[in-house]
C-alpha cells in the first residue's frame, strides 16, 4: 500500500526503517489516527505521561535560540518523534516532516533525539510534546516560553530645575514586554519605593509606568536618579537623570587678620566666603545695631578696619543673596586692651557657632591661687578638728613637790606625800 500525506511517503519511512514490521503514521494532522495500520484493533489506546521519557521546559528569549531534548532512560528500539502544539510531527526519528527550517536535528541516538530552533519568535510559545511508540504510547512535555524583553526605559521629570525642599515627581516607563518587568529607582547610593502600574497591551504585551515623589535638598544636587528594570530577558537595563537643585548661599567668615586676640590700634581683616546655586549675587557687609566704622573698607567680600578702638566692638554681618533665598554669617567684634596683664580671655563668636575661647594667663593664675589657698584652710581646720577629739593621760612624777617651799620639803612631799596632792592632766596637741 503506497500513502502520500504531506511530505512523508510511507515507502520512504518504511525503507529507512526496515525493522518494522508495517508501514506506520504518527498520530498528527500528517498522519491521520484512522489512516495507521495496526495490529490491535479494539478500544482506543491513549497516551501516558511516562517516568521513562523525560524532557525539559525552556524558556528563550526572542529571536534568540531554543534546544528541546526527549530523552529515553531505557529504550527497547521504540521510535521517538516530537510534535509542535499542534500536534504536527517536527521529527520522526532523524527525518523532519515539517517544511520549516529553522528546526535543525542536533543529535538524534536510541537514548535522545535532540532538534533546535532557531529566531524564535512568539509564535512558537506553546507545549512541545515528545513521543515514544510503545504500548500504550508515552509522552513527555516541553512548555516553550518566548521572553519578549521590554524597550528602553523612558524616564520623564516634572521639574528639570528643582529648588531645595521643594517636592518632585519623576516616571520610569518600560514598554511592550513579556512577561511585565519589574521597576525599582535608586537616589544616588538608597533605594527609593515608587508606585507601579501594569498594562496589558492589544498585541498582549506589558507595559510598565512607576511613579517616583520625594522631596529635595542641596545635597542631591548632581546626584543620579536611576530606573532599574528587572526582566529575565536582559541584564543590567536601566536608565538614569542627574538632579539639579538650587540653594540659597552658605556663608562662612573668615578671619584674615589678627590670629589671635583683636587689640587697640591694631588692624582687622575679614573675608565673607559664600558658596550657592547659582552663585550669590550680593555680598555685603552690615553692623548689627549700628553703623559699619566709616573709615572701613568693603571691597567684595572683604571687610577691612584699621587703629581699632573699642568703639568699633559689636557684631558684624556678612549677607550674601541669590534667587533662592539669603543667608548670613556673623562675627563679634570685642577689642581688648594693648596691656597683656589685662588681656580678657574672650574671642570671637560666629553665627550660633561656639567659637574657640583664648584664656589669659593672668586669669589662669588667679584661679590657681584660690585653689592653692583653699586647700591650706582644709588642712588647718582637719588638723584642729583631729586634735580635739585626741584622748587624755596621768602622770605621778613627785606630785606635790612643785608646791614646796624649800628642796627638803621637795623630797619628803615626793617621797610619800602622793595621796594628798590633786592630779595633773597633761594634754598633747
Not at 519511512?13 to 525493522?19: E, S, T
Not at 498520530?27 to 482506543?44: D, K, M, Q, R, V
Not at 537595563?237 to 542627574?242: G, I, R, S, W
Not at 624649800?406 to 596637741?429: F, L, Q, V
Request: charged letters at 20%; one cysteine or more.
Amino acid at each position: 500500500m503506497h500513502w502520500q500525506m504531506g511530505a512523508i511517503n510511507c515507502k520512504l519511512i518504511g525503507a529507512l526503517n526496515a525493522n518494522l514490521p508495517f508501514c506506520f503514521f504518527p498520530p498528527s494532522p500528517f498522519f491521520p489516527s484512522h489512516l495507521s495500520s495496526s495490529s490491535n484493533t479494539g478500544a482506543a489506546q491513549y497516551p501516558v505521561v511516562s517516568q521513562n521519557l523525560v524532557t525539559d521546559n525552556v524558556s528563550v528569549v526572542e529571536g534568540e535560540m531554543a534546544i528541546i531534548s526527549c530523552r529515553v532512560k531505557n529504550n527497547d528500539d521504540s521510535v521517538i518523534q516530537l510534535l509542535n502544539p499542534n500536534r504536527q510531527t517536527i521529527y520522526f526519528r532523524d527525518m523532519r516532516p515539517l517544511k520549516d527550517a529553522r528546526f535543525q536535528l542536533v543529535n538524534f541516538s536510541d537514548n535522545e533525539l535532540r532538534v533546535s530552533l532557531s529566531n524564535v519568535s512568539l509564535s512558537d510559545e506553546g507545549r512541545y510534546v515528545c513521543q515514544l511508540y510503545t504500548d500504550p504510547p508515552q509522552e513527555a512535555y516541553a512548555d516553550i516560553t518566548v521572553l519578549i524583553p521590554p524597550g528602553n526605559p523612558i524616564i520623564e521629570a516634572r521639574d528639570e530645575v528643582l529648588s531645595e525642599g521643594n517636592e518632585t515627581e519623576m516616571t520610569c516607563t518600560a514598554m511592550s514586554s513579556k512577561p511585565a518587568a519589574t521597576l525599582r529607582w535608586m537616589k544616588g547610593d538608597k533605594e527609593l519605593p515608587g508606585k507601579p502600574k501594569v498594562e496589558l497591551t492589544y498585541d498582549k504585551m506589558y507595559t510598565v509606568t512607576s511613579r517616583l515623589t520625594f522631596t529635595v535638598s542641596k545635597e542631591d544636587d548632581g546626584v543620579p536618579v536611576v530606573c532599574i528594570v528587572d526582566h529575565p530577558a536582559v541584564k543590567d537595563f536601566q536608565a538614569q537623570k542627574y538632579l539639579e537643585v538650587q540653594y540659597k548661599p552658605e556663608v562662612k567668615i573668615v578671619v584674615e587678620f589678627p590670629q589671635g586676640l583683636t587689640r587697640e590700634g591694631e588692624n582687622l581683616e575679614l573675608t565673607c566666603q559664600a558658596k550657592g546655586k547659582p552663585q550669590p549675587q550680593r555680598v555685603n557687609w552690615v553692623k548689627v545695631d549700628d553703623d559699619v566704622p566709616s573709615h572701613a573698607v568693603i571691597t567684595g567680600g572683604d571687610l577691612y578696619i584699621e587703629n581699632l578702638n573699642k568703639s568699633y566692638n559689636g557684631t558684624y554681618r556678612c549677607v550674601a543673596s541669590n534667587s533662592v533665598g539669603e543667608s548670613y554669617d556673623d562675627y563679634i567684634l570685642y577689642v581688648y586692651d594693648t596691656a597683656p596683664s589685662t588681656e580678657p580671655a574672650a574671642h570671637d563668636s560666629r553665627a550660633g557657632e561656639g567659637a574657640p575661647r583664648t584664656v589669659d594667663h593672668a586669669v589662669i593664675g588667679g584661679v590657681v591661687a584660690v585653689v592653692v589657698f583653699a586647700m591650706l584652710c582644709l588642712l588647718i581646720v582637719l588638723g584642729r578638728y583631729f586634735a580635739r577629739h585626741k584622748g587624755t593621760y596621768f602622770t605621778h612624777e613627785a606630785k606635790g613637790a612643785d608646791d614646796a617651799a624649800d628642796a627638803d620639803t621637795a623630797i619628803i612631799n615626793a617621797e610619800g606625800g602622793h595621796t594628798n596632792s590633786d592630779e595633773k592632766k597633761e594634754y598633747y596637741i
